[in-house]
């Protein structure tokens, strides 16, 4: 019994071991091409960690927001900020949990993101400005708006997520499945299967851009390298997302929004009809051959959209 005992013991310490190092190896992988380096940006000291933004151009502010996801960052907007920052200061933001900003391990919500926002719009802008988010990360401008308007002068949401989707509720099994992914060894094994190399194709095929000559090696490798980055601790936004933990009702700061809002959508992403179900007054452009990301795939026409929303309500 006791030989069967240190057995199952060794083997156990064996397997964990051989994760470890697996781990470790995936990271390096996954880093070693240095696309997301930190040379050009400064870190907002927030309370739960160091989020990472960059600075260009000058004139009226115009803060960028990619889309909330481990592989998530600022080099999502890589193909539009040369052509804003000619005639605004545009800040591109990697979200806390994401890309080159810290990965506290905690669960993440709706409300840590949108207090994110406050600070950073309130320390580091200091003045009305106009926010652009990507996907899921709508959520927290809108509730941004909700709480406290007074830093935002103008929203611009492209491709959000329908309001029907990002109101469902967290159920058990979902947490269970949080509380495994935050494990030290084997939750990091999980979440870096998960986060393989063929999952992140797949997110730009079928997510991004879904026709292939937008998807280039630098865009998987940038995003491939997001999620790794900072010892693969975005498996805890990781845990949150899949665990619903980030889901939120956005209805009533939709009927409450007194600033211009312009919804920027692709062929077929129909948020927009949920969204004007609860703000009539909204505006929408529909990037007729885009898909998830017009601002990747169609960057031209995406700044043309922008400005001219920025120039009909100056």
């Known amino acids: 019994m006791k030989k069967a005992i240190k057995n199952i013991l060794t083997f156990s310490a064996l397997t964990i071991g051989g994760l470890h190092v697996a781990n470790l190896i995936i990271e390096k992988h996954a880093t070693r091409l240095n696309l997301l380096d930190t040379k050009t940006g400064h870190f907002y000291k927030y309370r739960y960690g160091k989020i990472y933004y960059e600075k260009h151009g000058s004139g009226a502010p115009i803060v960028l927001i990619h889309n909330l996801a481990p592989e998530g960052s600022g080099f999502e907007w890589s193909k539009i900020i040369h052509q804003l ?172 929004l007194s600033i211009p809002l312009l919804i920027i959508s692709g062929k077929n992403e129909n948020a927009y009809g949920t969204y004007e179900t609860y703000k009539e007054d909204l505006n929408h452009i529909k990037i007729n051959d885009a898909t998830g990301m017009p601002h990747v795939e169609f960057p031209r026409r995406t700044c043309d959209a922008i400005t001219s929303f920025l120039t009909k309500y100056f």
């Open 85 to 256: 920052s000619k005639t605004n200061t545009v800040y591109v933001v990697d979200l806390l949990g994401c890309g080159r900003s810290d990965k506290p391990a905690l669960t993440y919500t709706n409300y840590i993101y949108v207090n994110a926002l406050n600070f950073f719009l309130r320390d580091v802008i200091g003045k009305k400005a106009t926010v652009v988010t990507s996907g899921r990360s709508s959520a927290i401008a809108l509730m941004e708006t909700l709480m406290d308007e007074s830093y935002i002068e103008k929203l611009i949401l492209i491709n959000p997520i329908s309001t029907e989707t990002d109101s469902l509720l967290l159920n058990e099994p979902k947490r269970l499945l949080t509380m495994l992914y935050q494990l030290p060894i084997i939750g990091t094994y999980l979440y870096n299967v998960a986060m393989r190399r063929s999952y992140i194709l797949g997110r730009c095929s079928n997510n991004y851009c879904t026709k292939k000559y937008y998807i280039t090696r630098n865009m998987i490798n940038a995003y491939y390298e997001a999620c790794h980055l900072n010892k693969c601790h975005g498996k805890y936004l990781y845990a949150s997302i899949t665990s619903e933990y980030l889901n939120v009702d956005v209805k009533n700061a939709l009927k409450n």
